[in-house]
Structures are given as C-alpha cells and as structure tokens.
C-alpha cells in the first residue's frame, strides 16, 4: 500500500485518549446504533450482534485501508466469500469487521481453532429433556411412559445462514478441514446440511443475505491446516500486507495516548525489526509497544525530546512484545533475539 495514498483519513470509535466532545460523540453513536438496531428488527432481521457494536476498537480509514476494505465489500455484494490472506497482525481481522459493519447486517463472529468440528459450527443435541407420563386408565392398572425429548442448539453457521448474517471467520484455516464440508453446500447449493439433526429441518436454506468472510494467516494458508481445494476454490482471496508507515502511525496513535513524534519513533523501530528479524512484527506489536512506552515513567532520558525513548527500555519493550514468539526457545535464542533488537533500536 503506497505512503501517498495514505492522506485523507477518518477515525472511528474509541480513543484511549478522551475528552468531552469525544464522549459526546460516542454517546450519539451509541444512540444511532441503537435506533438503527431497533428499526433493523422492525424489518425483520434479528439482530444477533448490531453491526456498529462489533466495532468496538478505533478504526483508521486512510485511502489505503479505505481502498482494501471496497473490494472487500465489492465481492460480498457480487455474492463471492472473501478469503483474507496475510501476515500476523496485519489487520485483517479489523478489515473484516469493519467491511462486515459495512454491511448493515447482524453479525456472526467464529474463531478457528483444532477444536471446531462440524457440530461446533452447525449445531448439536444439548442432552435431552426426560420426563414420565403415568396413565392410570383403568383402576387398578398404572402405565408408566417415559419420555426423552431431545434438545438441539445451533451453533454459530446455522444461525449465520439462517439470518442472512455476515459471517466473519477468525483464522479458519486452524479448524480442521473436515468441519468445513458443510460449507461446500452452504456455496454451492444454498443448503446447510446439519448432519447430527434429525427430522424435516435437517437441512436451512441460506438466506440471500448470507455472506463469508474468512481469515487465514499466510504461513497456515500452506502449512498443516491445508483446507480442500474445492473449498479454497469457492472463496475469492483478497491478499492484505502490512500497512505503509503513515497508515501504521495512524493506528497506532488511534489506540495510545502518546505524540506524534512518540508514535513515529515506535512505527519506525517496528518496520525496521520486521525487516531484520525473523520473527512476525505484526502492527499488533507497535500497539503494544506503544502502550507500554506510555506508562513506563523511565522510558525517556532526562530531558529527552518527544519521541527520543532510553535506548535500552526501548529494547526492553520490544523484547517483552516479541518474547512469547520465541517461547520455548533456548537461552541462545533469547539473547540472540535480544541483541538484534538492541542493534536495531
Ligand atoms: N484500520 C485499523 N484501525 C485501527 N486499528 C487497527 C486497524 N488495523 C489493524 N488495527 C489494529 O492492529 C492490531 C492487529 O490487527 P488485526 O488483529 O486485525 O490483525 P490480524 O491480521 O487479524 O492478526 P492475526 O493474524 O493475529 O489474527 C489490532 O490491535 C487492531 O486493532
């Protein structure tokens, strides 16, 4: 995404940093997603989850992210699940909520992990209801029925599908493929089979309003968790790579209470650990960098100007941010990956 295309830009939601005509601001929105809320059931929709409250973090527009976000929402319109491929903490899944708010329809959210199977997405019998009917019918002569009714609960895809719901689908590519049979019908024929239900409603028909969008990390795209072709086949995939530095600083400020100058100091030391490290350096890192570097009192020289940090805290910090990526690693590593932060910084 080029710098240039990055000028005009837009904040939604919440800042850390707060004042009165901010509240304000939130209390009108608030209002509005209420209202619109409201009317939307009216219609007739329910609302599983209201669009503007899925939105719950800042969310930066510049032209670059703005850019990536309609041809999101493009392909949903032409009816096409998204597929959202990229690096670690890059900002697909804020691309996701923000082009399924877009939308105006209620919102599923599901997160991939080993342990989604079918039932995990469709549904499942929760145990049954037992009760005993006792007919005394002829003095004298008792019959004693017992009744076991059983109990089904949908799981988020049937309500998604049921509804006309944006589903949005957090690194799915960590399920296991096997789960995802049931999407082959849910794209190709506009049922949803739901395999453990008995009785006419076995199967839903998707809404009209049903739409995909999944996420997937670029390395589990091809690693383990290879989903079938036939499957990958249905999605269009909408390839998203890390934000340019003035995109980035926008969304880092959007989340922290520091200066420009602050802010441009911590985005410039992340883009230039994800250039000499091996580990991801997600912008996720920059905002929690950034976060810390706000409440360490020490973090500044005496005397130092904004955006000038204590060279060794600021190593410290991203130290801690990109630790858990080498968790399980030897000593070696650790201070291998230390002293490349120290000389990076
Ligand atoms: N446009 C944006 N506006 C505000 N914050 C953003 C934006 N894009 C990304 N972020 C923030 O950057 C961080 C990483 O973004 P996100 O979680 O969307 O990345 P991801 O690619 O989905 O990560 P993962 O692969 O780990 O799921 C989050 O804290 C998110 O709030």
Not at 303 to 330: H, N, Q, R, S, Y
Request: a negative charge; charged letters at 35%.
């Amino acid at each position: 995404m080029a710098d240039d295309s990055s000028r005009k830009r837009k904040v939604r939601g919440r800042k850390i940093r707060s004042d009165r005509s901010g509240k304000e601001g939130r209390r009108a929105k608030k209002e509005l997603a209420r209202k619109a809320s409201k009317a939307r059931s009216q219609n007739g929709d329910s609302p599983l989850s209201d669009p503007e409250e899925v939105e719950p973090e800042p969310f930066v527009e510049t032209d670059a992210v703005t850019s990536v976000r309609n041809r999101i929402t493009g392909w949903l319109r032409a009816d096409q699940p998204v597929h959202l491929i990229g690096p670690t903490g890059c900002g697909k899944t804020a691309l996701a909520l923000s082009a399924a708010a877009e939308r105006g329809r209620p919102v599923v959210w599901l997160n991939g992990d080993e342990a989604v199977d079918t039932a995990a997405l469709v549904g499942d019998h929760a145990g049954g209801e037992r009760y005993k009917e006792d007919d005394r019918f002829v003095s004298g002569v008792s019959k004693q029925t017992e009744i076991v009714r059983e109990r089904w609960v949908d799981n988020p895809l049937s309500v998604a599908v049921r509804e006309g719901a944006t589903l949005v689908y957090n690194e799915f590519s960590r399920s296991d493929p096997s789960a995802h049979n049931v999407l082959l019908s849910v794209f190709e024929e506009g049922v949803l089979e739901r395999p453990g239900k008995r009785g006419e409603d076995r199967s839903i028909d998707v809404h009209p309003e049903f739409r995909a969008i999944v996420t997937s990390n670029d390395v589990e795209y091809a690693g383990v968790h290879e989903q079938q072709d036939a499957l990958l086949d249905r999605f269009v995939g909408v390839h998203v790579d890390y934000h340019d530095e003035t995109t980035e600083r926008e969304i880092v400020d959007s989340h922290v209470d520091l200066s420009e100058a602050d802010v441009e100091t911590i985005v410039k030391t992340t883009r230039t650990l994800r250039e000499d490290l091996e580990v991801v350096v997600g912008t996720r890192a920059a905002i929690t960098a950034a976060k810390g570097l706000a409440v360490f009192e020490d973090a500044r020289q005496n005397g130092a100007a904004d955006g000038e940090f204590d060279d060794d805290l600021l190593t410290d910090v991203f130290m801690d941010v990109l630790a858990p990526k080498i968790a399980g690693e030897g000593p070696d590593d650790i201070e291998a990956l230390r002293t490349q932060i120290a000389e990076s910084v």
